[in-house]
């Protein structure tokens, strides 16, 4: 039998580069041809040959409440019945601001746009040009979305000034990205004292999860927000991933620190195109109309996407949300590392919230050199032979993984049960 998701991808790439619209899509870390989602319903998702898997990648974090959650899906449908888009301002977006503030004390005024990539890049544009310095301080293996200051990454030298690691990033710009090691506080120092009035801000995945999953050592947080404040730098923390994510406050509230800037997005969709990015007020201040920082988006705002978000928002509030969310983290963390122990395969998970990393590797990397040290080979099998039972993971060993509020103890079991499987023949 012809499978519909291959012949899908073949028609794909006529038309589309590399038959997909954002690249981690296209199963080329592990090979074959990605699933092509027809429907998707509470921790559930159908591909283009009908077949169900129970779903860890929730459209890269935003589907916190499950697929297709009724209320969300309500509220959706009630905002397009009202219209779809006015180009003006509506009571949603003011309610939007307002919850957002409330919710992360840290954001004093917000603005909202329609992607994560938005938000970090105008919160750089808005460091900048509150600062007046050009530099930017970023973290090797941390993604920030893909404006142009930000695609730069390090190479594995202590300390890399600016190499564009995307084609098409002038030199010009790249030389403003400062690219450091994630969780090494000294080296972070080290450029302030060397050039601390030059850096404009430190962007930051407090928690990071686009190198896999790995948490900041003890005080790296602390650390950042002390060099920030002593040289006059802004402190962003993208919370794109994380907020709503990893607990009610996202990374800020877990660890008691707060950034000057946040950026935000998935979850505060709903699984619909709105990002924010909101903090100190006499930064804000510089946004236009009132100040000289320039920001715009026909689409900003969008009615049909904020009541998406502000229905995500009241879900995720609910009493008790966040211990459910990471119990059932933690179930399939402790359940796979157990299944794989006793398989005898080289392999741990670790889990903030409702995020999880797996590895295969002997511990919990806690740098990006660590991570990228770890087995992607038998994280391909793995992959696939999980696929194939009916469990779908993100296609990257360096991608964190999400559960759901719809995910059930059961669920979590049976795909335990599969890797338990897996792992016996991976062992
Ligand atoms: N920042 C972080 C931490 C992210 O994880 C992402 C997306 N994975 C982005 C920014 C970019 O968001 P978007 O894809 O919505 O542009």
């Known amino acids: 039998m012809t499978s519909k998701n291959e012949v899908l991808f073949q028609r794909a790439q006529k038309t589309i580069p590399g038959g997909v619209n954002s690249p981690v899509r296209a199963f080329r870390s592990v090979g ?71 919710l992360m004390p840290s954001i004093e005024m917000v603005r909202l746009v329609s992607s994560g990539t938005e938000a970090t890049m105008s919160a750089i544009r808005l460091a900048r040009g509150f600062t007046g310095r050009d530099g930017i301080i970023k973290f090797e293996g941390c993604y920030h979305g893909h404006a142009d200051s930000l695609l730069v990454k390090a190479g594995s030298g202590l300390l890399t000034f600016g190499n564009p690691s995307s084609g098409g990033v002038p030199a010009d710009f790249a030389k403003h990205t400062i690219v450091l090691d994630y969780n090494d506080l000294g080296q972070v120092e080290d450029v302030f004292k060397a050039r601390g009035n030059e850096v404009a801000a430190v962007i930051v995945e407090a928690i990071a999860g686009n190198m896999n999953l790995i948490k900041p050592l003890p005080g790296f947080l602390e650390g950042l927000r002390e060099l920030c404040t002593k040289y006059g730098a802004v402190l962003i923390f993208d919370e794109v991933m994380t907020g709503f994510r990893v607990g009610a406050q996202g990374v800020q509230g877990l660890y008691g620190i707060t950034p000057d800037l946040t950026t935000l997005g998935k979850v505060i969709g709903g699984g619909m195109p709105v990002g924010a990015f909101g903090g100190r007020r006499d930064i804000m201040n510089h946004i236009a109309p009132l100040g000289s920082v320039y920001q715009a988006g026909t689409l900003s705002g969008s009615p049909v996407a904020v009541a998406a978000g502000l229905a995500s928002l009241k879900l995720v509030r609910e009493p008790g949300f966040y211990d459910t969310l990471a119990a059932r983290a933690t179930q399939l963390v402790d359940g796979l590392s157990a299944a794989a122990r006793e398989a005898s395969v080289t392999f741990c998970a670790d889990s903030v919230g409702g995020m999880f990393g797996l590895y295969f590797a002997q511990g919990v990397p806690r740098s ?60």
């Open 368 to 427: 990006y050199t660590e991570v990228m040290a770890s087995d992607r080979d038998t994280f391909n099998r793995f992959f696939h032979a999980m696929l194939e039972a009916g469990h779908y993971f993100a296609p990257s060993a360096f991608e964190a993984g999400f559960v759901s509020a719809a995910h059930t103890a059961a669920d979590i079991d049976a795909t335990v049960a599969a890797a338990r499987k897996v792992f016996g023949q991976l062992g």
């Open 32 to 102: 074959g041809s990605p699933c092509f989602i027809e429907r998707a319903q509470g921790a559930r998702v159908w591909d283009a040959d009908g077949k169900d898997y129970i779903d860890y990648v929730g459209s890269w974090g935003p589907a916190i409440t499950g697929h297709a959650d009724p209320a969300i899906v309500e509220a959706v449908r009630e905002a397009a019945l009202r219209g779809l888009s006015f180009g003006a301002p509506t009571e949603g977006e003011v309610e939007m601001a307002e919850l957002i503030c409330e």
